[in-house]
């Protein structure tokens, strides 16, 4: 069984940034895709990025050159680099990991960009 537990959200100022986070745990990890997703208030679920095992990384429209996404391998870890913040961006943020053939989701953290 695999474990994702992420970290990082919270109340920022917008043009402010925040950084998230997102760990496996578990046993036999082999993980493919690492994908961050968010839910804004009253909208659908958004994929915002990902990146691959190889390194290869793709973002929304509406983040691109302001959300980077990386990963440590080493440590199973997925990381969201946000800046510049729009209050638009407020939504809660989910990881998502292929392990396998199998996807295992986290339990979301909540970012809120206001004044």
């Known amino acids: 069984q695999v474990q994702l537990v992420e970290s990082g959200g919270g109340l920022v100022q917008p043009g402010g940034s925040l950084r998230l986070s997102c760990a496996a745990s578990?046993?036999?990890?082999?993980?493919?895709?690492m994908e961050w997703y968010r839910r804004a208030p009253g909208k659908q679920l958004e994929l915002v990025a990902l990146?691959?095992?190889?390194?290869?990384?793709d973002y929304a429209e509406s983040v691109k050159g302001r959300f980077t996404i990386s990963r440590d391998n080493g440590k199973n870890t997925v990381y969201l680099q946000m800046n510049s913040l729009k209050p638009e961006d407020t939504a809660v943020y989910y990881c998502?990991?292929?392990?396998?053939?199998?996807?295992?989701w986290g339990q979301g953290t909540q970012a809120i960009v206001s004044s």
């Open positions: 998502r990991m292929i392990n396998y053939a199998s996807e295992y």
């Open positions: 578990g046993s036999n990890l082999n993980i493919r895709n």
């Open positions: 990146i691959t095992s190889g390194g290869t990384s």
